[in-house]
């Protein structure tokens, strides 16, 4: 009887249980709504980061205020 040759590793993938398909679904779907969560935060913070620097470019610069010598407490 002729041996039959091993199958790669990877080859065929299992086949999921009803239970197992359903959580890769699940899952599948909770990660593309947290991808899509993150890009709209990702863009909002940009577009933050681009008004701020508009304004602090746009306003004159604050003089700095002299520092006030401390005055010594009499004992």
Known sequence: MAKRP?????????KLS????????TTSVARSILEAEQKA???KT???????L????????TPATPKRKASQRRR
Do not use: N
Request: glycine letters at 2%.
């Open 6 to 14: 091993a199958v790669p590793e990877g080859m065929f993938a299992p």
């Open 18 to 25: 009803r239970q197992e398909s359903r959580a890769d679904a």
């Open 41 to 43: 935060r990702d863009a």
């Open 46 to 52: 940009a577009r933050l980061r681009a008004l701020r």
């Open 54 to 61: 508009a304004q602090e470019a746009e306003a004159p610069p």
